[in-house]
């Protein structure tokens, strides 16, 4: 069984540009989350999203979006990018069943900008 | 707010040594709790997992319990490997009210260094 996959791996943008990062999550999975991981915050909760349909949002701003489709697979754009969001941007999937399902993370995607 | 506390690090231990990484939570409800690992460049990996009080957790020599009285999961292993040698994360998954929804909460992690 296919692990989470998580393209590209690695990411280099100016500031003011827009990024776009996939997901593909593991087959029979319905519900992807994306979670941002930095050195100084350590790792954040962005947003999930279930059946093509946003369950829940973390405190970022509206320049971090994402979207989900029909086969599960997921993206998250950001736009304007600010120096501040160089990071490690991981995706995990889960069933999406509530309580102690656990989720599978992807390799992540690291983000520079410079 | 769901939160976890877990002791920062770094921790080094020599191999062979045991090992205690402690990790409180505050949670509504009636959560489950997670250990997750993160080898240098990859993602996480699920540890273990208890998903109500009293659960144990375990795999590959490493334990942790669920104490819903004193809300802790601390990480346990009898003996270290250089292998072991990661960032080790808790974590904790409590159900939002409204619905099914699915989110975790992680602790800032401890970086564990095993040296031969």
């Known amino acids: 069984k296919a692990g989470v996959t998580q393209t590209p791996r690695y990411l280099i943008k100016t500031r003011g540009q827009q990024v776009t990062l996939s997901c593909s999550p593991i087959?029979?999975?319905?519900?992807v989350s994306w979670y941002q991981q930095t050195p100084g915050q350590g790792l954040q909760f962005l947003f999930e999203?279930?059946?093509?349909?946003?369950?829940n949002k973390g405190n970022f701003p509206g320049r971090f979006s994402g979207r989900q489709f029909s086969n599960s697979r997921s993206e998250m754009n950001v736009s304007t990018l600010e120096l501040g969001d160089s990071a490690l941007y991981l995706c995990?999937?889960?069933?999406?069943?509530?309580?102690?399902?656990?989720?599978?993370f992807g390799q992540g995607t690291r983000l520079t900008v410079v | 707010g769901d939160s976890v506390t877990q002791m920062e690090g770094p921790v080094t231990l020599s191999e062979e040594a045991f090992l205690t990484i402690n990790c409180t939570y505050t949670a509504t409800g009636y959560p489950s709790l997670f250990w997750y690992v993160q080898y240098p460049g990859e993602g996480l990996q699920l540890l273990l997992k208890?998903?109500?009080?009293?659960d144990k957790g375990s795999n590959k020599g490493f334990e942790a319990t669920y104490r819903k009285e004193t809300t802790s999961f601390h990480l346990e292993k009898g003996s270290v490997q250089v292998s072991d040698s990661a960032v080790y994360f808790c974590a904790l998954n409590a159900p939002l009210s409204g619905g099914s929804n699915y989110k975790l909460t992680f602790g800032k992690g401890t970086l564990l260094t095993v040296n031969p």
């Open positions: 999203y279930f059946s093509e349909t946003q369950r």
């Open positions: 087959s029979g999975h319905r519900s």
């Open positions: 208890a998903t109500k009080a009293d």
């Open positions: 995990a999937s889960s069933s999406g069943v509530v309580g102690g399902t656990e989720a599978f």
